[in-house]
């Protein structure tokens, strides 16, 4: 883990600052620290470190209550943080800056309406099957609520995407998220839309990073961050297709699907699920000798026990399309006689 360097200049204003009971700091003084605070939280979020990040934006808050720009990271550490008590408070945050002009504060917002929308669906779910006791007289309707509650965040949420991708219409998390939040909406359609617009992006920005990794002018730190972008646009790119995959074999659209799960396997073609996905596809449309096919590179680079449910439907499905095609041998075997 990279390790943070603060300037002596920093020090000795922190060693001030937490040492200064009787006289007080400065306008300069105290700019000068939230400045360095702001700094590096953001850091720190970039690295990963969330708590760390939350400590140096919680200190420049209390310097400065109203830096825009420190409740923003504090936000998108919080979410980050995930933990549904952390998602409400960056909810709030999120809704306080929504009108200092900076469309991340909007795009935060939608992401925490999303996770918000999951955390009461799998709340019903646990109260109607009598995971969760609920305190409510009538639990069922509890659980009713708690649906309605999931679909007006879940609603909000995808207006939020919506607005950002009207200003920033190539935005890659506005773009996820909107693929996301429609297909828990039940609309189909338009995460399949949402999931092309995400892939047409990051094609091109992908490329960009690969060739700043190759650059002959890369440092050494810079060539470590392009590597880490290429490799996250990339799992971006499969999650989308396998995404898109799934959806368009619900909307009865095969074609489409599989032409989702060959780009998928080009970006990965050692990734065996995709070629048990794939083969599903091809027995679909009636391609049994191209499903077998693609069933045998599964089982050869599937380090799964040979008892292990997805082995079991491999094999299954192996046999099934075996079938198929003795089936259609036989058939042409007795058209020519």
Known sequence: MPRIRFPLRFAALALLFACSSEKELTAEQKKTLVERYTETAQEYLRMGELDRAEGQTLKALALDPKNTKCKMIRGWTLQKRGKTED????????????????????????????????????????????????????????????LAERD???????????????????????????????????????????????????????????????????????EKLYR???????????ATRIHASTVLHKLGRDEAAKTHLDGAIALDPERPELYSRRAEIEKSLGHPDQAIADLDQFLRRSTLTYDHPDVKRAWRLRKECEDAVRTAEAGRTSGTR
């Open 228 to 238: 880490e972008r290429v490799d996250h646009l990339l799992g971006l790119e499969l």
């Open 87 to 146: 998602i409400l408070v960056a909810e709030r945050i999120f809704r306080e800056i929504l009108d200092a002009g900076d469309y991340r504060a909007t795009l935060g917002l939608a992401e925490c309406l999303e996770r918000k929308g999951v955390a009461f669906e799998e709340a019903s779910e646990k109260i109607a099957s009598g995971k969760r006791i609920s305190e409510a007289p009538d639990p069922a309707a509890r659980a009713g609520q708690l």
């Open 152 to 222: 007006r965040a879940w609603n909000e949420s995808i207006q939020r995407y919506e607005k950002t991708l009207t200003e920033h219409s190539d935005d890659v998390d506005a773009l996820n998220g909107a693929m996301r939040v429609s297909a828990l909406l039940g609309r189909l359609e338009d995460s399949v839309s949402y999931a092309g617009k995400l892939i047409a992006v990051i094609g091109p920005t992908r490329e960009f990073w690969q060739k700043k990794v190759l650059s002959p002018e890369v440092t050494v730190d810079n």
